[in-house]
C-alpha cells in the first residue's frame, strides 16, 4: 500500500490550497484518514482526520479554516486549507489505516509528505 500525497507548494498569507492523498495497492477497506504536519524543530502534529463514517476532528489551531474530506471510491483524503498563516508552513503528511484483507487487523501507513509554505 501506498499514499502519495500532492497540493503543496508555496501561498501568501490569507490565501488557499488544497492538499490531496490518494491510497494505491492491495487495498480492501479504509478506516480513518488524516493530515499530520511537522515544521522544522517541531514534532508532527495532527492537523484533521476523518474516519469510515465521515466524522471529524480538527487541531484548535485549524479549526474553522481547513475542512478534510475523502472519496471513498477514489481512496483519497483532502485538505482545503483556507485563510492561511505563516505558521501553517510545514511539510503536510497524510496518513491511513488500512485493511488489505478482511482477516488481517487495519495498518498504519503514511504518505511521504509535501511541504506547503506560507508567506507573510
Known amino acids: 500500500v501506498q499514499l502519495q500525497a500532492s497540493g503543496g507548494g508555496l501561498v501568501q498569507a490569507g490565501g488557499s490550497r488544497t492538499l490531496s492523498c490518494a491510497a494505491s495497492?492491495?487495498?480492501?477497506?479504509?478506516?480513518?484518514m488524516g493530515w499530520y504536519r511537522q515544521a522544522p524543530g517541531n514534532q508532527r502534529e495532527l492537523v484533521a482526520q476523518?474516519?469510515?463514517?465521515?466524522?471529524?476532528n480538527y487541531a484548535d489551531s485549524v479549526k474553522g479554516r481547513f475542512t478534510i474530506s475523502r472519496d471513498n471510491a477514489k481512496n483519497a483524503v483532502y485538505l482545503q486549507m483556507n485563510s492561511l498563516k505563516p505558521e501553517d508552513t510545514a511539510v503536510y503528511y497524510c496518513?491511513?489505516?488500512?485493511?488489505?484483507?478482511?482477516?488481517?487487523?487495519?495498518?498504519?501507513?503514511w504518505g511521504q509528505g509535501t511541504l506547503v509554505t506560507v508567506s507573510s
Open positions: 496518513n491511513a489505516d488500512v485493511k488489505v484483507t478482511t482477516l488481517l487487523s487495519p495498518r498504519n501507513y
Open positions: 495497492g492491495r487495498i480492501f477497506s479504509i478506516n480513518a
Open positions: 476523518i474516519t469510515g463514517g465521515s466524522d471529524t
